[in-house]
């Protein structure tokens, strides 16, 4: 009885093992598919666009540990890329949960940054162009 007690105990762990890496792999598709979804809502809108006009830069982003970035042209437009960017100009490192608060804006991504709930390592004033683009995207 006591071997077949400890056996069901470690399957009921191994699932609670899988179930907890199917969702965290979730969230950060998610965290992911926020950073794609804010590229396509600037290609989107021509007052963004205007606005990014001329500003060449490739933001690097870290999502629990993923990483993508976004390249803008000199255009205003931007491409989504998976993946690590070979030089970023910055790179913003965060969780799901501040990307997603950020990009829906439940969260000011300065006072964010200014809390510690996210990094930037790179050209940290080149983030700043990115702020109110964010604050002109809320829904």
């Not at 976004?70 to 965060?94: Q, V, W």
Request: net charge neutral; aromatic share 10%.
């Amino acid at each position: 009885m006591l071997i077949e007690d400890s056996y069901q105990k470690f399957l009921l762990e191994e699932i609670v093992k899988v179930l907890f890496l199917r969702i965290i792999t979730k969230a950060i598709k998610m965290g992911i598919e926020k950073i794609k979804d804010f590229c396509e809502a600037i290609n989107s809108r021509d007052d963004v666009k205007a606005k990014l006009k001329n500003w060449t830069k490739v933001a690097g982003y870290n999502v629990d540990g993923e990483d993508c970035y976004i390249s803008h042209n000199a255009d205003g437009t931007c491409e989504f890329h998976e993946g690590k960017p070979e030089k970023a100009s910055f790179t913003m490192i965060g969780t799901t949960e501040i990307f997603e608060k950020m990009f829906t804006g439940e969260e000011d991504a300065q006072k964010a940054y200014f809390a510690k709930k996210y990094k930037i390592e790179g050209d940290v004033m080149g983030t700043m162009k990115l702020i109110p683009i964010i604050k002109m995207m809320k829904p």
